[in-house]
């Protein structure tokens, strides 16, 4: 299953390093996705599980006071097996979440999808408003929903030393 995790750019230097990454949430085209997002074809559902996890990369940085600020999305296929979608009770927040088991390995990472250096003021502010958002302060979701005004670009794997 193709499935997107959220990261930062720290992240992906240890990837680059090691070869490997601990990433045990992401998003994917899940049926709670489909049920929720129901006109949409199977592009359409891609990019809503892509952003998504560009969202809670957004969280990562503001977590992260001292990553770049850029967004970071790895695509990776992932062994069905290794995938756990939420059920019943356990219903998440957004329904494309995932979980999964195991590392993320380089070789299995089909493209990665980083934010324009241009971005960064932007990324910047969306990571500050992210709580007073959640609290529903108008001006922090115009922040917040303002950075989804940037793609993310699209490296391969190959670019990553370049992208670092």
């Not at 929720?36 to 940085?61: C, K, N, P, V």
């Amino acid at each position: 299953m193709r499935v997107y995790l959220p990261a930062t750019m720290p992240l992906l230097a240890r990837l680059s390093a090691d070869g490997e990454l601990l990433l045990p949430d992401g998003f994917a085209v899940t049926e709670p996705l489909r049920a929720w997002y129901s006109e949409g074809d199977e592009e359409e559902l891609e990019y809503a599980a892509l952003t998504a996890a560009a969202r809670a990369s957004l969280r990562r940085l503001a977590a992260e006071p001292e990553a770049p600020r850029r967004r970071v999305v790895i695509a990776s296929d992932i062994p069905d097996a290794r995938i756990t979608v939420p059920k019943g009770g356990e219903e998440p927040e957004e329904p494309g979440v995932i979980k999964i088991t195991g590392l993320v390995r380089l070789i299995d990472i089909a493209s990665l999808h980083v934010d324009e250096a241009g971005a960064q003021e932007h990324v910047t502010a969306a990571a500050h408003a992210l709580s007073a958002a959640a609290s529903g302060d108008p001006d922090a979701l115009f922040a917040v929903d303002a950075v989804e005004d940037y793609d993310l670009l699209w490296f391969g794997t190959q670019e990553l030393g370049d992208l670092l």
